[in-house]
């Protein structure tokens, strides 16, 4: 907020997620083992349950059906019925089943006991032993022989960040381009490609459960109001996923339809920017049952205005960067014949009114050019999931359709010279299709069989010159088909040892054209153009063993790739081909973060990156694609979660990377010098990168060092009132905007703080939050247009510091 004094009165404010109300809800559990109820029961009550017993004999004990309206610890009671083991509830919404003789555990306050949540009864909050679902057979978290992590969804978007920036700020193994929203690329572990978002798929799968999202599209920054998990697989995740998952995979859990209760939620705040305009936010969530226990609906609606804070002295214009985002989504559940049936749709309109980024020897927060460069992004997605259970086998089947829109602006003005505007629109249809069988890890056996089928068409459209009227300049469409099978299956040779072995053969059908090409260049691009086909087969495998209780030890190998396409240089049309990653990794993990006292992991990767694809700036100052060569990259991760008494924990990861561009090809040699340029030095330039590829060749994106950290603490002030108090920070360390010289600007290199708390009621709750604490400028992405990235003075700052103060409400 322009001229406002610095925050001290709420330098002591903190905010935490409140764990999950205890309640009578809708329980339908069928007869079968011990270890397929209570998964069932964790996903139907939306509790952790944490299983503590060493006796594997215990999960494959048989229980019969579990029906009715019932809290889960009368759930549990009734399930473990007649077991040499009991139930016990450390803390609100989780449960630990602990053999029968153990002492019963401290019990924990009456006021924290009794207190209600304001929100609706929200899915799994955190990791535990029988619920990873990205693992398409909901594997056990202690059996899955991989780096993950699942944030919860409760309070995820109360300190006003609710995109994909709520993830960012949560996982140091998570990292994104700063372009703004509805335009930004994210990276997983280190396997990032360029900053800019051309016709290369994207190196992280994004889905809403089952449904993909994004295929060569930007991610589309969907708000992540009335989410029950978020699971990030470290990847590739080639077996199980396909293209396009080098990275890894984001799969957000929505909350789905509750048959049975009336219900809903509103939160909203409102926000002031030091240095800038203030925003606001407001979202609503709607259950209504329509037919009991058969049939009901549960929508969400949102609108958010974040207010600007880059100033452009040369227009006299303030705060020019606003954004306005809005949207929603709904879903149909129905139970028909032992079906359950979600028929959804989602929709969110982003419009940018220009860019938020900076001139690095201008005043802090100030941009000298001469045209508004926004940019406008629409997304759409309808959805049909279909599951059903056969006795210990689970079939789903998923059909999503997807429609993206991105128009982007940029001043292309010379020094010099008159306004020239740079508009570019990228249209993406998307259409996926998937059946799968799978049978839950039990008896030392689980496997997945699947079929999949995906069709992606983008059109690349360019215009530039006049603002009012710019000409068409060359475009481009590229259309993909890829038909896959795949398997997964592990198996418990000896006790405590498991092992998994999957694979996966994709067929891709490639086509494309040219757009508003000069019909004799056409005729020369014919044989660029024409179609084609790639097979790629992608094999996996793992061991893990539990050598303790609660002790996770794993290696792991894995394979994703990406097909190629056309992309376009100066007047032409030129393919890149298909690229592939090979990972292989270490790790181990000790307890469940929330459930233990003290939970860690560790993870040590090398990835193989051959044929890179990735983006260069071509003669006339715009983004291209090309393959540079292969790439290794190490990457090591760790987390560690500390819970010394109730209410209070710590948390807190880091994440290294190091990474070169090996064995560079000739464009990696040669788009170091865009227009016409003297042999003679080009030759010069040329030799001189080749002989510094090592400072050149670091894999764009990705820091060196990613730290983050985190304090909460919860108590209750009163038998009907909570105080919520949290902190945290994050600190990237240096990167480069790309590969080679031209693209070689720095960026990172800043500490980003926040600090928050939340005092809520039985069915109320008000709250408040500081972020960028030190009101840090920084550089998150040394990229605004790329007609001024030569000039290497482009920085993207963070947002200023900012106070939010709102509330949330449930019914």
Known sequence: MRGFAGPAALAGLCLIASPAEARDQAIDIPAGTLGQAIAALGAQARVSIVVAVNDPGLLRRAVPAVRGRMGAGRALSLLLRGCPARAVSPAPGVWRIVAASSPRPKPVPRAVMARKSADPPPAPTLADDIVVTASKRDTRLQNFPGAVTVI?????????????????????????????????????????????????????????????????????????????????????????????????????????????????????????????????????????????????????????????????????????????????????????????????????????????????????????????????????????????????????????????????????????????????????????????????????????????????????????????????????????????????????????????????????????????????????????????????????????????????????????????????????????????????????????????????????????????????????????????GDGRIWTMSASANWRPVTGLSFEGGIALNDSKVVNPTPYFLSFVVPGPTPQATQAHIVNAVAADAVTYGRVPNIANIVARGAVKYEFAVSDDAQLSLAASARYTGRSRLGVGPILGALQGDYLDTRISARLSFERFALTASVTNLTDEVGNRFALGTPFAVLSEQQITPLRPRTVRIGFDAAF
Do not use: C
């Open 152 to 628: 919860g969804g409760a309070g995820l978007t109360r300190d006003g960040d609710t995109g994909t920036d709520a993830i960012v700020s949560r996982v140091a193994t998570v990292s994104s381009t700063y372009l703004g929203a509805g335009r930004n690329k994210l990276f997983i572990r280190g396997i990032a490609d360029s900053s800019f978002t051309g016709p290369t798929q994207a190196t992280v799968g994004q889905y809403f459960g089952d449904v993909r999202l994004t295929y060569n599209a930007p991610d589309p920054d969907l708000r992540l109001y009335d989410v029950g998990t978020i699971e990030i697989l470290e990847g590739p995740q080639g077996t199980l996923y396909g293209a396009g998952s080098l990275g890894g995979i984001i799969r957000v859990v929505r909350n789905t339809p509750d048959l049975e209760q009336l219900g809903g939620s509103l939160t909203g705040g409102v926000s002031a920017t030091w240095h800038g305009a203030p925003g606001a936010d407001l979202a609503g969530v709607l259950n209504l049952p329509i037919v009991d226990d058969a049939l009901g609906i549960r929508v969400v609606g949102y609108g958010i205005t974040e207010g600007g804070y880059i100033d452009n002295p040369l227009l006299g214009k303030k705060d020019i960067n606003r954004s306005n985002i809005y949207g929603g989504r709904a879903m149909l559940r129905g139970k028909v014949g032992g079906w359950t049936i979600d028929l959804g749709g989602t929709f969110q309109k982003t419009r940018n009114l220009d860019s938020q980024y900076a001139d690095r020897d201008a005043p802090p927060l100030t941009r000298y050019s001469r045209l508004p460069q926004g940019s406008d992004a629409s997304y759409g997605l309808g959805e049909l999931v279909a599951s059903r259970h056969f006795g210990d086998l689970t079939f789903v089947s998923s059909l999503g359709l997807a429609r993206q829109r991105l128009s982007e602006r940029y001043d292309a003005t010379e020094p010099g010279r008159p306004e020239r505007l740079f508009r570019q629109r990228n249209r993406t249809n998307l259409f996926s299709f998937e059946n799968r069988l799978s049978r839950s890890p039990q008896d030392g056996l689980g496997w997945v069989v699947g079929v999949s089928m995906v069709r992606n068409t983008t059109r690349l459209d360019r215009a530039l010159g006049d603002p009012d009227m710019p000409l068409p300049a060359t475009g481009v469409t590229n259309r993909i088909t890829e038909a896959t099978g795949y398997g997964e299956v592990s198996v418990e040779p000896v006790s405590k040892l498991i092992l998994t072995l999957g694979g996966r053969y994709s067929h891709v059908w490639l086509t494309g054209e040219g757009a508003d090409v000069a019909p004799m260049i056409a005729r020369l691009n014919a044989s660029v153009t024409a179609a084609r086909e790639e097979s790629a087969f992608l094999p996996s495998f793992a061991l893990s063993t539990t050598p303790l209780d609660r002790l996770t030890l794993y290696a792991r190998y894995q394979e994703s790739f990406r097909p190629g396409g056309l992309a376009i240089e100066g007047d032409f049309v030129r393919r890149f081909l298909n690229d592939r990653a090979r990972t292989f990794e270490l790790g181990l993990r000790r307890g469940v973060p929330g459930a233990d006292a003290v939970s860690f992991s560790l993870s040590l990767s090398r990835t193989l990156w051959h044929n890179i694809q990735a983006d260069f700036i071509d003669g006339r100052g715009l983004p291209s694609t090309a393959n540079i």
